[in-house]
């Protein structure tokens, strides 16, 4: 039997398929590239030195979607396959509810026709909205400012009521917080297209002279100096929390949530300076204004996922930025 990989060719979706073939996991990608380019498969190839199957199949495309349930023998789904610019979600709401919900419908429409009962779904931290307090626990109360946050809890609810329809169905929901960092081989890591939202890629353009200057957004937050704090967690940790989630699933019916973060906070100058240090590179910032929407300060609490999953995170803030980096050298080089 499969794992069927929605979205394997995107960021955290390779590093998931990777570590997945190195467990010696039989494995099925689907991905329409709409955020990712095929090299990417044959980059998985070259760090596992396996074949891959792959189908280039939009989830919306029902007919060929099916194709791949009749073609193999699913047993579980990760689900990776989505939109996620907080940006362009408010201006194109219409498009991420489409995508990202409607094209989970389809999934879960074809999962329940072809008696596959098992679903590992890439959500957010985004979900908790403005937390009251911190660390963030799983059962905080839940609220989302944009379509794509949206999209996640509507999806998280739907996933939620599918599971209380059918008992054998089990679940897994990830509420991941910030992945950044790449694969050690230096051959796969992110590359958004366009001008990146997130903080790490805009520092690699800063870092390689495509850009001038990194705009730290606001350093007037109630933080130790005053930028943004996040819980930054290395892709590659992140990736192997999947798997410890399939084993959980595997065992165990009905719903889990789990926040798949490090549990430490870390501000944008802390990662500026951490950036320029272990990476001997010069990041030129600036203060602009506070971003609508964001908030001072975001961290997991991880003790659910560490006692019951038997999963923490192992990487540390040097190694996300250095890994990050040797990323984009070794693009630079080809
Ligand atoms: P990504 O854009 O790199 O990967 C998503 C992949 O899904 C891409 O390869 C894209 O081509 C594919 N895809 C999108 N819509 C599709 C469709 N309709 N049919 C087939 N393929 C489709 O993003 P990522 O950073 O790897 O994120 C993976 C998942 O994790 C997403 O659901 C995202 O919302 C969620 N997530 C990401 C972050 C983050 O900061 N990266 C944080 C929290 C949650
Ligand atoms: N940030 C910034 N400049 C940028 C991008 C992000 O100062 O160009 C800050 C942002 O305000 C937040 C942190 O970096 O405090 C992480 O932002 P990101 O968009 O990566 O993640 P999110 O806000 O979604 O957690």
Not at 96 to 102: M, R
Not at 182 to 210: C, D, F, R, W
Request: charged share 25%; with cysteine; glycine share 8%.
């Amino acid at each position: 039997m499969s794992i069927l990989v929605t979205g394997g060719a995107g960021f955290i979706g390779s590093h998931t398929v990777v570590e997945l073939l190195e467990r010696n996991e039989k494995i099925v990608i689907v991905d329409n590239f709409c955020n990712s380019s095929p090299n990417v498969l044959d980059k998985i190839r070259d760090i596992t030195k396996k074949d891959i199957k792959f189908y280039e199949v939009d989830l919306l495309d029902e007919k060929n979607l099916e194709k791949v349930f009749k073609e193999n023998d699913i047993e579980a789904v990760i689900h990776f396959a989505g939109l996620k610019a907080v940006g362009e979600s408010v201006e194109q709401p219409i498009k991420y509810y489409h995508n990202n919900i409607t094209g989970t419908l389809i999934l879960l429409k074809l999962m329940q026709k072809y008696n596959c009962d098992k679903i590992v779904f890439s959500s957010s931290a985004t979900v908790y909205g403005k937390p009251e307090h911190l660390p963030i626990k799983e059962d905080f109360p839940l609220s989302t400012t944009n379509p794509y946050g949206s999209t996640k809890l509507m999806i998280e609810q739907i996933i939620k009521d599918v599971c209380i329809s059918n008992e054998n169905f089990s679940v897994a929901i990830l509420r991941y917080f910030n992945p950044i960092g790449a694969h050690e081989s230096g051959l796969i890591g992110e590359m958004p297209n366009g001008i990146p939202n997130n903080i790490m890629p805009y520092i690699l353009k800063v870092a390689n002279g495509e850009y001038n200057t990194l705009t730290i957004f606001g350093n007037d937050y109630d933080t130790h100096d005053g930028t943004g704090v996040r819980d930054y967690i290395h892709v590659v940790d992140l990736a192997r929390g999947h798997l410890k989630a399939l084993d959980k699933i595997r065992k165990e019916k009905g719903v889990q949530i789990y926040n798949l973060g490090t549990g430490k906070g870390y501000s944008v100058l802390d990662l500026v300076y951490m950036f320029e240090k272990v990476n001997k590179v010069k990041i030129n910032y600036k203060i602009g204004p506070r971003r609508p929407g964001d908030i001072s300060a975001c961290y997991a609490d991880v003790t659910k996922a560490k006692e019951e999953l038997g999963w923490k995170a192992e990487k540390g803030i040097e190694e996300m930025c250095k890994d990050a980096w040797r990323f984009i050298i070794k693009q630079s080089k080809k």
